[in-house]
């Protein structure tokens, strides 16, 4: 069976500090993982990606892939209180079920001020 | 440019009866595809529309159907309601049915009591 588990399922910052979020996967056929963002109820798009070891930045979040050992993670360095929300983490797999995103629970960021 | 958008935001309903929510997806998009999200949980994929016809579908029964207009827009239709059903439902849009990177609304709040 398909399945996408986020670790840990939440945790509790102060600003400034860096934080990373996990993401490990069990799918056959994998094409691609996508993060999200879901701070009250629209997710926003983050990050796509599909090969291994290349890193994905925008700002202070970064990710990166690790198709080997199947897991990605989520990088935000000095976190802000604007950072708290849901971070989602969803697999894709092969060709043709590209509107399927697996969606693992969730990592539940709240940053303190 | 408008996102994606969806009505009404939230709506409660009684077991038995049948829901329709609705969603138009952002400008320039012409495939949407419907998730469930139940308190606690990532979403879950519900089906797809492409070219008005139902492309993939998760694991959903059968009271779960739904409509893709010309236009692009899409309903989603739950009959015979159960207490289960209670949960955000997300539309999520995408240029092409092969794109995986997936813009989603607001959601819409079903309460089934």
């Known amino acids: 069976e398909d399945k996408v588990v986020q670790s840990p399922l939440s945790l509790v910052v102060h600003e400034g500090d860096t934080v990373t979020l996990n993401c490990s996967y069990e799918?056959?056929?994998?094409?691609?993982l996508l993060w999200y963002k879901q701070e009250k109820k629209a997710p926003t798009f983050l990050f796509m990606l599909?090969?291994?070891?290349i890193e994905k930045k925008s700002g202070r979040l970064s990710s990166i892939l690790d198709k080997k050992e199947l897991f990605s993670i989520l990088n935000i360095t000095a976190t802000q209180t604007g950072d708290s929300a849901v971070y989602l983490c969803a697999v894709v797999k092969s060709r043709g079920s590209q509107g399927n995103l697996i969606f693992g629970k969730g990592t539940k960021l709240s940053v303190k001020p | 440019d408008a996102g994606v958008t969806q009505s009404p935001t939230h709506l409660i309903k009684t077991r038995g009866q049948q829901v329709t929510l609705r969603c138009s997806p952002k400008?320039?998009?012409?495939?949407v595809s419907w998730y469930q999200q139940a308190l606690g949980q990532g979403p879950q994929f519900i089906f797809q529309y492409y070219e008005e016809e139902e492309r993939q579908r998760g694991n959903f029964p059968d009271r779960f159907s739904g409509h893709q207009f010309p236009n692009y827009s899409s309903e989603l239709n739950v009959n015979a309601l159960l207490l289960g059903d209670s949960a955000l439902y997300l539309c999520?849009?995408?240029?092409?049915?092969?794109?995986?990177?997936?813009?989603f609304g607001s959601g819409t709040q079903l309460s089934v009591l």
């Open positions: 799918v056959t056929n994998f094409r691609s």
């Open positions: 999520a849009s995408s240029w092409g049915a092969d794109n995986e990177k997936l813009f």
């Open positions: 400008s320039g998009h012409d495939t």
């Open positions: 599909t090969s291994s070891g």
